[in-house]
């Protein structure tokens, strides 16, 4: 049974950073890309960040891009999400979700098979 944990959600300020992880299970976990996605009350899921099985390729939205690094330890079957230079805008609850196959779109969410329960990112200015 595989399974997605995110962690390390929070409230914080506009400027200041965070560190969200994702801890896998059940599955081979560094034969799969995975992805990081968020979403708001009333919004589509947006895609946010993405990386490859092995970790030697990453894409970033662009509103993401320069603050955001995405990055996966495959012997402790984690991945993660380091955000810095918090905005407003990025509050919302974000997921992470794996990718079975490993041509197929990074950004679109329908690739995706296995989400996480999310872990909300709250903002302040």
């Known amino acids: 049974q595989v399974q997605l944990v995110e962690s390390g959600g929070g409230l914080v300020q506009a400027g200041d950073s965070l560190r969200l992880s994702c801890a896998a299970s059940?599955?081979?976990?560094?034969?799969?890309?995975m992805g990081w996605f968020r979403q708001t009350p009333g919004k589509d899921r947006e895609f946010v960040a993405a990386i490859t099985g092995s970790g030697g390729s990453t894409s970033y939205a662009d509103s993401v891009k320069g603050r955001f690094t995405i990055s996966r330890d495959n012997i402790k079957n984690t991945m993660y999400l380091q955000m810095n230079s918090l905005k407003p805008e990025d509050t919302a609850v974000y997921y992470c979700?794996?990718?079975?196959?490993?041509?197929?779109?990074?950004?679109?969410?329908?690739?995706?098979?296995?989400w996480g329960q999310g872990t909300q990112v709250t903002v302040s200015s």
């Open positions: 059940g599955l081979t976990f560094g034969a799969y890309g």
């Open positions: 979700a794996q990718k079975p196959r490993k041509y197929s779109s990074a950004i679109n969410p329908g690739e995706y098979r296995y």
